[in-house]
């Protein structure tokens, strides 16, 4: 079974400084990870995925992602937080072998990012 | 814009009615789910459509039925509700066999039950 988990319920960050949004995840075989935004009262936005390859992931907005196998994580990271950043993050993992290749997501990480 | 569309946006249903709630995607992909969002439970995954066959029920009340016309296309139909399945429904798409490609999402459905 495929698992992921966000420790942190909230991140509160000033602006300008680096925001880190946390994620450690279990999965038998290779994992493939995401990270989604979500702002209020809006659907899920796709913000980047690791596949293979090198260890450190660039997305849209200025996020990247480090994948780190020791220790099953998949940081989400941001040199220099914007108040525009404040939103909900997931981290989701995909069972390539699932039957419709469904996602599992953590239970989200609030991002506030104060000016 | 995602390419998911749902409609509609918001609604508000009593509990003796029958409503459905509709997801079209316009990305040319296979596999659709329903997602769940409550304040509970952020994300719970509902059901999941590939090929047009449902593959996964995760143990979902039969007050939920899902449908699936077509690849383009995904319902789910509503009847006699209670007040705590008021929640943000949220229908998603990805190419399910193509590798590890990310899932859509579309805006969601704002449920209230009353």
């Known amino acids: 079974a495929q698992s992921v988990a966000q420790p942190e319920d909230q991140v509160n960050v000033a602006e300008g400084n680096p925001l880190t949004v946390k994620c450690t995840y279990s999965v038998s075989g290779n994992p493939y990870l995401f990270w989604y935004v979500q702002y209020p009262n809006r659907g899920l936005q796709f913000l980047l995925k690791y596949i293979t390859g090198d260890n450190l992931v660039k997305g849209s907005y200025g996020f990247e992602a480090e994948f780190n196998k020791s220790q099953t994580s998949f940081h989400l990271k941001k040199p220099s937080a914007l108040v525009s950043d404040s939103a909900l993050y997931f981290c989701?993992?995909?069972?390539?072998?699932?039957?419709?290749?469904?996602?599992?997501f953590g239970g989200g990480t609030r991002v506030l990012v104060k000016p | 814009e995602t390419g998911v569309t749902q409609t509609p946006r918001h609604l508000v249903m009593g509990m003796t009615n029958k409503k459905s709630l509709k997801c079209e995607q316009h990305?040319?992909?296979?596999?659709m789910y329903w997602y769940k969002q409550s304040a509970k439970k952020p994300l719970e995954l509902m059901f999941v459509?590939?090929?047009?066959?449902?593959?996964e029920n995760n143990s979902v009340p039969s007050r939920f039925s899902p449908e699936c016309p077509n690849s383009s296309h995904l319902f789910l139909h509503l009847h006699t509700l209670q007040p705590e399945d008021s929640a943000l429904y949220l229908c998603a798409s990805s190419q399910a066999g193509a590798g590890p490609t990310e899932a859509f999402f579309g805006q969601g459905t704002r449920l209230t039950v009353v």
């Open positions: 989701a993992v995909r069972d390539y072998r699932a039957a419709g290749n469904k996602l599992t």
């Open positions: 459509y590939s090929l047009e066959e449902r593959v």
């Open positions: 990305l040319g992909h296979n596999a």
